[in-house]
Structure formats: C-alpha cells, structure tokens
C-alpha cells in the first residue's frame, strides 16, 4: 500500500494522512478570520485532494483554546476539539481503522496548559492511552500510529539552543510528548508498531527505539511559507507498506519555492 504522510501529488497514492496543524491557526485567533482560514481549507482540498484523506488535529486546529486571543469565552458550542471535529466530519478526537492490511491509529495530543491560558501540552489522556492499550491489544496487524506532537524525537535537541540550559537540557511540554516513555513502553509491549509518524516541530528526523521507528516529516508549509537556516524545506514522506510489516520511507521536497 503506498500512503503518503502530510501531502500527495505523485501518482499511485492510496491515501494521505495529515500530521495536523491543518489551518495557520485557529488556536489563538478571532472567529472571522478562523471562518476565512477553514473557508480556504476546503476549498483548496476540494479542488486538488482526489484520493483518501485521514486527518490528525495539531494545536493549531483547535479552536479558542486561548480565550483572551480569540475572544471566546470557553462555552461556545464549537470551542475547542468541536470545530475541527466538525469542519473534518471526524467522529472522535483519536481513532483507528484498517486499510491494505495495516491498522493506522490516529492520535490526539495536545491538552490545555492549566497554568498557562495560551499554551499547551502534550500527552494522552487517561482515557486516551486506555483506549489505546485496548485499540493495540486487538489487532495483530502491522500498524502506523500519526500522534501531531512527537512521541520520540530527536528534533527538540536540534532545533535551536534555546533548550540547554545549565546542567540540565529542558524541552517545552508542547513540543515533545510528556509521556513518551509509558507511551513508547505501550508500542513496545504491543509489538506490531512499526511507524509511528508526527509533524509539529517543522524538521526532519528519524529515530528508532525497540524496534519502533518515529519519524517527523517536516512540514508541508517548511518554515511557515517562509525560508528559515533552522528549519526544513517544505516536505512530505512518500511511504510504502508492505504485506510483511516492513516499509519504505522517504522524503520528498513538495517543490514549493518562496517566490
Ligand atoms: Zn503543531
């Protein structure tokens, strides 16, 4: 089965999966211009996308999570998770599905901060990662996880220097996951993970722990439309699943040039 991971124009793909953070932003900015940004959104889709697409929601899809930004109060009926699950017709923040012979879990990382109004973590919930040992534990499938936020990841240590301080080196609690240990330990335990897939820090990387390989896969917009000497061209993965579990992944430039 050959997928790609964030975009596709080249023939023969099956399915994309989006790693998120789908819209510029919908997390910290006012409800017109989020209706304008998801307006373009379908639009663009609808008239270049012909083949299957799952999407996974990033920080950025999330509507209002920053009140005082986006002027919300928090108990608007499409506050939060709502709008997205709804623009995408998503029936529940993760889920899993079969396809050519391979389980693909989509994930669901990003939670409020309660001691920072516009910011963010990353990590399952209890609920999440329950469902998550159960979803794993009735499959024997080979399977792809997508999780916006990395699980595991070496992009935090070399995204800029921001992160060393004295005697320790300290990552931001939205940009890696908190729990990548249990999470990774639940992969591991499970056995037939075979690719767990993410976007979110905009740079490439490949890591493999235990036999599970965690890619970040840049990003389609590279550094926000913009040239960056810290962060990636704009890029997709073209990845190809095999019947026997293993897989063939690489990067592609999109093509894209700033004009
Ligand atoms: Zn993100």
């Not at 929601?57 to 108990?75: P, Q, R, T, V, Y």
């Not at 391979?102 to 209890?126: M, Q």
């Not at 329950?130 to 935090?156: F, N, Q, R, Y």
Request: charged share 25%; net charge negative.
């Amino acid at each position: 089965m050959k997928i790609a991971f964030e975009n596709a124009f080249a023939d023969g793909i099956e399915m994309i999966l989006t790693g998120g953070d789908l819209i510029m932003d919908s997390f910290a900015t006012k409800r017109a211009q989020v209706d304008r940004e998801w307006a373009l959104f379908h639009k663009i889709f609808d008239a270049h996308c012909k083949v299957p697409v799952e999407h996974c929601l990033g920080n950025h899809d999330i509507f209002g999570f920053c009140l005082s930004k986006a002027e919300l109060k928090g108990n608007e009926a499409d506050f939060g998770y709502s709008r997205p699950l709804a623009e995408l017709k998503l029936p529940s923040r993760w889920r899993s599905f079969d396809r050519g012979g391979w389980h693909f879990i989509v994930l669901s990382s990003v939670e409020r901060d309660p001691n920072d109004e516009c910011g963010y973590l990353a990590y399952l919930t209890k609920e999440q990662r329950a469902w998550l040992e159960a979803d794993l534990a009735a499959t024997k499938l080979p399977t792809v996880v997508v999780s916006h936020v990395p699980i595991v990841s070496v992009t935090g240590t070399v995204r800029d220097a921001s992160n060393i301080k004295i005697g320790k080196t300290e990552f931001g609690g939205g940009l890696i996951h908190l729990d990548a240990g249990p999470v990774h330990g639940i992969f591991r335990t499970a056995g037939n993970v075979k690719l767990v897939l993410s976007g979110h820090t905009h740079l490439i990387d490949r890591c493999v722990a235990d036999g599970v390989t965690y890619c970040c896969s840049g990003a389609v917009c590279g550094s926000w439309w913009k040239p960056s000497k810290t962060h990636c061209e704009p890029t997709y993965a073209l990845i190809d699943l095999f019947n026997d579990g293993s897989f063939d992944y690489r990067i592609k430039p999109t093509g894209w040039k700033n004009a």
